[in-house]
């Protein structure tokens, strides 16, 4: 398939759709714009006059490298999709783009892990309103969420055997999963702390599940008692 991640699969291991590469771009797209008016939400609550100059000049630096990443990433999917038109059999430029797609996702998580501890450290948010803090709380949420779904997609794929068990499909029992399953999945650990229907089958999924899950209960529990007592 043109512009598609494919694997080697064992004689045990289950069918799983290709990584398109343009479907993967498109949501880390989303995520990147997502994560830039995040990071300019946060900087405009004016926590540099609270002695936090430095996490935000840290985040500032993380989310310029993630800009770049996404610059270099968007080049190289271009390219692996030319290079697979001329010849498909072409192997080593798919080694290329899950290495980016890791370290792209590695530096948006620390970003949105960046920006949620410079809200848990910021001593007061009394000039923030409500509704200022509910549209950086949102931003969070949905980058987190869409970060850990791609996560989620490439432990699936490329990790020995799966990472998930999904409950088949009665109508399609043979459909391998598509990454809506993995945003559902991602949304369900977010929301309530871990899967619903899902199995989870490796190590390495459940350090990410438990690292979002994580994530989900600062937001949740930190950020929102400070959303509540914000001005209106």
């Known amino acids: 398939m043109v512009g598609s991640l494919s694997r080697s699969t064992g004689g045990g291991e289950r069918g799983r759709h290709a990584i398109q590469l343009w479907k993967f771009v498109a949501v880390i797209a989303v995520v990147e714009a997502m994560n830039v008016i995040l ?7 004016g926590l540099e ?11 500032q630096v993380v989310e310029g490298t993630a800009n770049i990443l996404f610059v270099a990433f968007l080049f190289v999917a271009v390219v692996q999709v030319i290079l697979q038109r001329r010849n498909p059999e072409r192997g080593s430029s798919k080694r290329i783009a899950p290495t980016m797609m890791v370290v792209y996702l590695g530096i948006a998580s620390f970003n949105v892990a960046m920006n949620i501890l410079v809200l848990v450290l910021v001593p007061d948010l009394q000039d923030a309103s409500q509704t200022d ?11 987190n ?5 791609l996560w989620y ?3 699936d794929y490329y990790l020995p055997g799966g990472a998930f068990d999904f409950p088949p499909n009665a109508a399609y029992p043979d459909d391998p999963p598509r990454w809506v399953d993995y945003v559902s999945l991602s949304f369900f650990t977010q929301s309530t702390f871990g899967p619903t229907l899902e199995g989870v089958r490796t190590r390495p999924a459940k350090v990410l599940m438990m690292l979002q899950t994580s994530l989900a209960l600062v937001v949740l529990v930190v950020l929102i008692a400070r959303i509540i007592r914000a001005p209106v």
């Open 39 to 45: 990071t300019n939400r946060v900087d405009a609550l």
């Open 49 to 59: 006059q609270q002695g936090l100059s430095a996490e935000l000049e840290v985040v």
């Open 133 to 143: 803090l509910i549209g950086v709380l949102a931003l969070i949420f949905l980058s």
């Open 145 to 149: 969420m869409l970060i850990f779904s």
């Open 153 to 155: 997609q490439l432990a």
